[in-house]
């Protein structure tokens, strides 16, 4: 027969997933128990086994419901997950050598946008649809006419620095702006 452990809160008494180490309602550290034991019999510390490596925060202000398939989809990929309560949210960390992975995942499932490569064309000089909204924006749009988002300013004809809506002169070599 094979023994089945269950991750619980000895404070509260709720039960968690295998992969959370800290208990969601009070921050308190949670503990193993063997399923159909009581929880005064014999609980166990968790110590999370996270391979070592810098972890780098993904998301904060998470909820266990938005979390916890985000860790399935990470843990099923072989990428490995550091969960934590702050305040009265989750933080989401992974290592910094799976960030590209990670990117690739939230992406695949619609939780942030595409990330655009060095090949996409700049919205704001080329134009193209918003990033945000989707709307059509025509070349040289500094912002979005329907959502309000900044694409940054066009390039100086001199230099090529990035010059701002508010720019009279370029502020890195001085040409003049029509």
Do not use: N, W
């Not at 180490?21 to 110590?47: N, T, Y």
């Not at 972890?55 to 990929?77: H, N, W």
């Not at 490569?117 to 918003?130: E, I």
């Amino acid at each position: 027969m094979m023994e089945v452990y269950l991750r619980y809160c000895p404070d509260c008494g709720e039960e968690y997933q295998p992969h959370m180490a800290r208990c969601i309602e009070c921050g308190g550290a949670l503990q193993d128990k063997l399923d159909g034991d009581s929880e005064h019999e014999a609980p166990r510390e968790v110590e999370p086994s996270l391979p070592p490596g810098e972890y780098r925060k993904i998301a904060d202000g998470l909820s266990a419901q938005t979390v916890e398939p985000l860790v399935r989809l990470f843990i099923g990929a072989g990428i490995p997950v550091k969960v934590e309560s702050v305040g009265y949210g989750l933080c989401l960390s992974s290592r910094l050598e799976d960030r590209s992975a990670v990117i690739a995942i939230l992406e695949r499932e619609g939780v942030i946008p595409k990330q655009p490569d060095a090949t996409t064309s700049v919205v704001a000089s080329d134009g193209g649809p918003c990033p945000a909204c989707g709307a059509s924006i025509r070349p040289g749009t500094v912002e979005c006419p329907d959502c309000g988002l900044l694409l940054g300013g066009a390039g100086c004809e001199s230099c090529g620095a990035e010059l701002s809506p508010t720019d009279h002169a370029c502020p890195a070599c001085g040409h003049p702006l029509d």
